[in-house]
């Protein structure tokens, strides 16, 4: 298993060397890198043999694979499907069975500390692990074996990341992101449900033609695809600001095109990159379709009450109470309001009565 | 330290129960005690205020006003309603870091607001006194220079660690929108992952403003109340500084 260069790849697979620089300033823009970076990019794709990536599937429903597979920048999906080494992927790989599993051990030893671990998906921690069987063992163990020796770990999606919807309350075969199963390897979130495929190849193609990892924020995603909200590049923001919103789905606002905010867009809660970089080509992304955001991309999206709603209710927030702030708070203030009615009735009717009983003793001098 | 206007020169008694007993002790008819200096009464109102423009504004963020319709940009209602609620959080917080700082340099009363003095006993006799005042079960309160234990509490819970909580939380959201790398992001993006992401920290904002709502209602009710009921005065008092005692008993 000789490993060719990325660039060798490429020319075997007949793209010319003028296709070859135009996909590398085309990746040095998508990462938001100068163009001083476009030649870096190139000479690491013409002199770095390929890493291994190691791709595995816990409990998850594949869609950051369907995700990934219709990368639609063409040359990057050519350069990521075929062109990473990607020697273990159970749902894509042609062999099967013990002779998968051999690759598997194969590339642990002989790239021991080299290779990168894409995780699809989390591990189930009840029963021992025994909700996700691969190879006959339970799935936890496999991905404790993998990251080992791994260089980096990513976490596709949210399941990898956060757990998503296999750990929603009260959360049965205790699906845990791996994260909190690893703890002493990098790990790059890449959440979503699923993420946006050009996300998916710029991350791997990042870590591969500069042997680091991108820069990563305080919850360990990718700066250059998570460090804004889709609210803060939304097209629909002039709306927001003007205060125009869609105030149900079938009316004047929802044809115009107007903020979904009221309808419970998590576009102000949610990083991701699906207002600039969109989906399926950049043909769209749900806001563009006149649908609110559900943040599919922030950690517990779903535990926290309706899609429709912009005020969560508060049993996702750990107060067990379904019910929203503003409901919750008028309550509290309208008893708190009541009670203090009473009390200066009460408060009253005492005074009076005192005024009535002490009037004799008191002089005048001590009320000032 | 202790400025009663109206004992300048005597040297106060080894340690008599309570300073109002001090000063009658030494034969002194006591009035009228200066407790909220200038700063301490100009945060009051600063801090009222913008407050009070902080809740109006913040529960339309979070309820727009009904749509408006034609050009979008003929209208900028949103945006100033956050710019509102921005500009008097800034004021806000900045009033309370003045706050803090005049702590060092006012007189005892301005600490009281930080302090909670959990491990003195005669505080909290006076809290449970004040409780029972409350309660109707006690016809006369204490007489108090400053806050009375109950106030002092209720004070330290809501205005000092809530209002700290709602400025870490504010910035904190407010650094979603000047992005990374600002300064409101260096300082306080923590919050955001501790609280478990942006929506649950928007959702804790949002009750934050409730719990200070109640506060509102409570703080002006019993203002109102003891300054008619009380033996010393007390919306005067944030006023001019100046606190008035209605009798010259010892306790």
Redesign the interface.
Known sequence: MALETFYEVMRRQGITRRSFLKYCSLTAAALGLGPEFAPQIAMAMETKPRTPVLWLHGLECTCCSESFIRSAHPLVKDVVLSMISLDYDDTLMASAGHQAEAILDEVMTKYKGNYILAVEGNPPLNEDGMYCIIGGKPFVDQLKKVAKDAKAIISWGSCASYGCVQAARPNPTRATPVHEVIFDKPIIKVPGCPPIAEVMTGVITYMLTFDQLPALDRQGRPLMFYSQRIHDKCYRRPHFDAGQYVESFDDEGARKGYCLYKVGCKGPTTYNACSTVRWNDGVSFPIQAGHGCIGCSEDGFWDKGSWYARLADLKGSGFGVEANADQVGLIAAGAVGAGVAAHAAISALKRAQHKNTDGAQKTEGGEK | MTDTSLSPGTAPPAAPPTEVARVIAGGKKL?TVYVYEAPVRLWHWVNALSILVLCVTG?FI????????GE????????TI?FVHFAAGYILAVGFLGRIIWAFFGNKYSRELFTFPFWRKSFWKGFFTEVQW?A?LK?RPLKFVGHNPLAQVFLFFVMVLGLAFMILTGFALYS??T??GSWQAKLF??V??LL?????V???H??G??VI??FI??HV?SVI?ED??SRQSMVSAITNGHR?F??DDPD
């Open positions: 009035t529960y979070g309820s727009p006003f009904p749509t408006l319709s979008a940009s003929a209208h900028y209602l949103m945006g956050r409350y109707f016809p979603e929108g992005g990374l993006g923590w955001i992952p478990g992401g942006s929506m649950q928007h959702t804790l949002h009750l403003m409730w709502i109640v209602i409570i009710y109340r008619i009921m008035t209605r009798d």
